[in-house]
């Protein structure tokens, strides 16, 4: 069956320092791939995400590029800030499966000032 | 146009109560989903729902849990004579259709303590 494997965490970081959190994926076929974000207290809300092999989502200085050929959707933001502060979930979907999420297990990140 | 709206945000229960935890999923969604998050872990899957009908309940205990999703009405996922175990946030997602191109929804979750 598909699954998602993310980096564990917390990751604890300054602000403006570099952030990677790294994902991988098991699927059959061509998995769509999201990223999102959860802040204390409330739900999912999307991040980015990519349909095919080289897409690259971005959104609010985030950036994820899906490679195939390593099956990863990297999360990466050059200079984080503290609002950055939350638990981020690498997800993929497919129609074969019914469309539903598959998570990975979220990786706790806390910036510094 | 609002969100998807959960409710009760927080729910108390006593072992051997029932929860009704309530979806309204967003205007124009028909496609409804449940998900699980269990403290420190990621969410997991329960069951998906399209009016009147459930299309995928893999995700969900064989006993004690059940959803649905009226023609008229929110969705309602129940858990009867809840026990420790079933402690989690529960959240809902919607969407319009059923193809990877369409997004989900989250709703901002309820809360689960049972006691």
């Known amino acids: ?113 | 146009n609002a969100g998807v709206m959960q409710n009760p945000r927080h729910l108390v229960r006593r072992r051997g109560q029932e929860a009704r935890l309530r979806c309204s999923p967003m205007k124009g969604h028909s496609h409804v989903y449940w998900y699980r998050q269990l403290p420190e872990e990621g969410l997991k899957f329960m069951v998906y729902l399209q009016k009147e009908n459930i299309i995928d309940e893999s995700g969900m205990p064989k006993e004690r849990f059940s959803a649905e999703f009226p023609k008229e009405g929110p969705s309602i996922l129940r858990i009867q004579q809840v026990v420790r175990g079933d402690s989690a946030a529960y959240f809902c997602a919607s969407s319009p259709g059923r193809g990877t191109n369409y997004g989900y929804t989250f709703g901002s979750g309820t809360r689960l303590t049972v006691v």
């Open chain 1, 1 to 113: 069956g598909n699954s998602v494997t993310q980096m564990e965490g917390p990751v604890t970081l300054s602000e403006e320092a570099f952030l990677t959190i790294n994902c991988t994926y098991t699927a059959t076929g061509y998995p769509s791939l999201f990223w999102y974000v959860q802040y204390p207290g409330e739900g999912l809300q999307l991040l980015l995400k990519a349909t095919k092999a080289d897409d690259k989502g971005s959104n609010k200085g985030f950036e994820a590029t899906y490679r195939k050929e390593t099956t990863s959707f990297h999360l990466e933001k050059g200079s984080v800030q503290v609002s950055d502060s939350a638990v981020y979930f690498c997800a993929l979907s497919q129609e074969a499966a019914g469309n539903k999420l598959t998570f990975g297990g979220g990786t706790r990140v806390l910036v510094k000032p």
